[in-house]
Nanobody
């Protein structure tokens, strides 16, 4: 059973930056595509970024150019650098192993990002 522990969220003003981290248990981290997802208040969870085992990345249109996903396979950790944050980026951010845009494992608690105007 893979466990996912997100951290790094907080309250930030619009235009600011945050770096999220996700620690993943298990010894097969490096062979999976990893994703960051977010759930805004009153909305469904959505995929915002993925990174393949080889390091290729893809982003949801609204975050492209502002967010950067990366991974450290030696540390079983995936990161999300978020720059030029906007109020609409507010939500709970989760990571997961990704398959076709959906999380494979039970969701962690997530980390709350709040962007004030």
């Amino acid at each position: 059973q893979v466990q996912l522990v997100e951290s790094g969220g907080g309250l930030v003003q619009a235009g600011g930056s945050l770096r999220l981290s996700c620690a993943v248990s298990g010894n097969m981290f490096s062979i999976f595509t990893m994703g960051w997802y977010r759930q805004a208040p009153g909305k469904q969870r959505e995929l915002v970024a993925i990174i393949t085992p080889g390091g290729r990345t893809n982003y949801e249109d609204s975050v492209n150019g502002r967010f950067t996903i990366s991974r450290d396979n030696a540390k079983n950790t995936v990161y999300l650098q978020m720059n030029t944050l906007k109020p609409e980026d507010t939500g709970v951010y989760y990571c997961n192993r990704d398959i076709l845009g959906h999380g494979m494992d039970s969701w962690g608690k997530g980390t709350l990002v709040t962007v004030s105007a």
